[in-house]
C-alpha cells in the first residue's frame, strides 16, 4: 500500500497500519490533538519499554511471535539456505554492510 501526502509517498502495510491503530487507540487515547513532545514522550517512556519486554518475553519463550503465512513462506526459504552461502551474502566493507536478499541469491551486492 502506498499513503500519498503532498509530495511525499509512504509505504506501509497491514502491520503499519495496526500498530499505528494501536498507537492511537492505545497509546494516545484516540486524542486528535496531540503536542510533538507528548507523542515524544509516549513513544520514549511508553512504547518503547513496551516493545522492549514484548521483544524479551519472545526471546525467552514466554510469549509466541506471530507471523503472517507469507512471513512464513519467507522464513522456511531462508532456513533453507546454507549457512556458509547465508554468510557470503553478507559483506562488511568500510564500515557500511552490505547484503543480498535471501529470497532472491542470484542478485548483486
Known sequence: YKA?????????NNYVERWHNQLKSFYLGRSRCCRVDQIVYTLVELVEIDYRQDALQVKYGFKHMSLSAHEKQRKKEANKIDFDVANSMIVFEN???YYRSF???ESGI
Open 95 to 97: 564500515g557500511v554492510l
Open 103 to 105: 529470497t532472491d541469491c
Open 4 to 12: 500519498w501526502r503532498l509530495s511525499w509517498s509512504f509505504h506501509t
